[in-house]
């Protein structure tokens, strides 16, 4: 199963520690490729490493970044289904299909509906915003969608109400049953919904609905309405551009790893004072921290070269005062960069070595 296909982070963090310090290699979860794609136009990097324990996040990651080097910008924001509805869809796919990898053909052969949708569109996640959308776009009104226009100021009739008994459904489990989330990160006991809830209305108080996309995708499911400037990095053109002209060239190059991260580390070879960074996204939503100790241990042990790494936590296994306190006794350029993340959905983590 595709856990997440469209992009569900403000992957602006990973984009300015990776950018303000000049990796050569990428070693990053896949997930929903969304976060990767959004760091592959740094121009010191030349090797990108996407690592994931689930094959079927592999071959979405695989197809969306060869779609890009092989289809015009235009083209490709369409069929990763980022544009509204296209009728070409599976013909570009089946134009793109030689260029994949086998286990990837044969993945996507079989997910026609998924690729007519558009894959960005295809994942577990994706699917329940599909199914909630209508019933939150018919209880909240047009009131509540102004605050996608119009200044907070100037909003009339906005129905709070409404919005406190949607944000009190947001924080019980049930709520996710109820439309269908199958997913652990959501629905398992030790998740701290209220983060939800908490994070929207964060966005609204600051008027910032307008660069939140995950905003976005809970309220509209799509990203339609965003201006290109907001859009997240990974569907701007101009980084589109950069990225095809770096694949184009072979100036970058993908490797696709599958397994646990913590294994694929210790498998590829570290070059001679290599330097790396490491985007580790939420794996504390499927792992706890000891788990999470033992990857930044591997990383950080590395004898050779520099590194950077980010690590995030979502509604599970997140990380109290006396926790960031402990971790910081063992390494000292432990940074929260919570605050920078605009969604106000995670923290999020960096450290140094
Ligand atoms: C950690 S989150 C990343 C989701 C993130 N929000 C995104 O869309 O990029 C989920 C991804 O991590 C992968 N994953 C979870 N635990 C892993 C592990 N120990 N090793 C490798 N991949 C893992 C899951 O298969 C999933 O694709």
């Not at 992957?11 to 070693?27: D, G, T």
């Not at 094959?55 to 080097?69: F, V």
């Amino acid at each position: 199963m595709i856990y997440y296909s469209h992009v569900n982070e403000d992957n602006h963090v990973e984009r300015n520690a990776l950018f303000a310090r000049h990796a050569k290699s990428l070693y990053a979860i896949a997930g929903s490729g969304e976060r990767v794609i959004a760091l592959m136009d740094c121009p010191a990097l030349g090797m990108v490493h996407l690592i994931d324990n689930n094959w079927d996040a592999l071959y979405l990651c695989e197809l969306k970044i060869t779609a890009l080097a092989h289809l015009n910008i235009e083209d490709y924001r369409s069929f990763v289904g980022f544009e509204p509805p296209s009728e070409q869809r599976w013909t570009q796919f089946e134009a793109l299909k030689p260029r994949l990898s086998e286990g990837c053909q044969h993945f996507w052969a079989l997910r026609k509906n998924d690729i007519e949708i558009g894959i960005c569109n295809c994942g577990h996640f994706e699917q329940f915003l599909q199914r909630a959308n209508p019933t939150l776009r018919f209880f909240l009104g047009k009131g509540f969608y102004q605050c996608f226009s119009v200044p907070k100021a100037d909003w009339k009739g906005f129905p709070t109400l409404r919005w406190r008994i949607v944000k009190a459904m947001f924080s019980y489990r049930w709520t996710y049953w109820l439309f269908g989330m199958k997913d652990s990160a959501f629905v398992s006991r030790d998740s701290a919904l209220q983060v939800i809830p908490a994070a929207l209305q964060k966005s609204l108080d600051e008027d910032e609905v307008s660069k939140s996309s995950l905003f976005h995708l809970v309220f509209n499911g799509n990203l339609h309405q965003m201006s290109e400037e907001n859009l997240p990095t990974s569907f701007q053109k101009s980084v589109l551009l950069r990225i095809k002209a770096a694949l184009k060239d072979d100036h970058l190059k993908v490797n696709y790893h599958n397994g646990d991260v913590l294994d694929v580390l210790t498998r590829i070879n570290v070059e001679q004072g290599e330097s790396r960074f490491f985007s580790l996204s939420d794996i504390l939503s499927f792992f706890n921290l000891d788990y999470q100790q033992k990857l930044v241990d591997l990383i950080t042990a590395a004898k050779t070269g520099t590194g950077r790494l980010i690590f995030r936590a979502f509604i599970r296994n997140r990380l109290t005062q006396e926790q960031f306190a402990d971790l910081k006794k063992q390494y000292s350029t432990l940074k929260d960069l919570s605050k920078e993340e605009r969604s106000h959905f995670y923290q999020v983590f960096q450290i140094d070595f």
